[in-house]
């Protein structure tokens, strides 16, 4: 079992940056590849960004590619969203999720634990 704590959101201008954090619990931490979804109001929640196990590879979607990096530090098994240049439209609650199989990808049924969500909100 793997519990996911997420944390770092807040309330900022548009054009301003965040760090969102997610930090779980359990030795495996280093062998789950992590992601990061988001859920505005009214909205499916959708993909954000993944990283593999060892950080070596990463996956965006088109949304915030350029603007987000996602990173990750096994010695404390935490996962990390970096979000620049932030827009009114990447306001919602972000969540994280790992998985335990080889995928690195946007479907979220891949994904087999979650985090209780951040908000984050931008404003104009």
């Known amino acids: 079992q793997v519990q996911l704590v997420g944390s770092g959101g807040d309330l900022v201008q548009a054009g301003g940056s965040l760090r969102l954090s997610c930090a779980t619990s359990?030795?495996?931490?280093?062998?789950?590849?992590m992601g990061w979804f988001r859920q505005a109001p009214g909205k499916e929640r959708e993909f954000v960004a993944a990283?593999?196990?060892?950080?070596?590879?990463?996956y965006y979607a088109d949304s915030v590619k350029g603007r987000f990096i996602i990173s990750r530090d096994n010695a404390k098994n935490t996962v990390y969203l970096q979000m620049n240049s932030l827009k009114v439209e990447d306001t919602a609650v972000y969540f994280c999720?790992?998985?335990?199989?080889?995928?690195?990808?946007?479907?979220?049924?891949?994904?087999?634990?979650w985090g209780q969500g951040t908000q984050v909100t931008v404003s104009s």
């Open positions: 359990g030795r495996t931490f280093s062998t789950y590849n």
């Open positions: 990283i593999s196990w060892s950080g070596g590879s990463t």
């Open positions: 999720a790992a998985c335990s199989r080889r995928y690195l990808g946007g479907n979220r049924r891949e994904y087999d634990y």
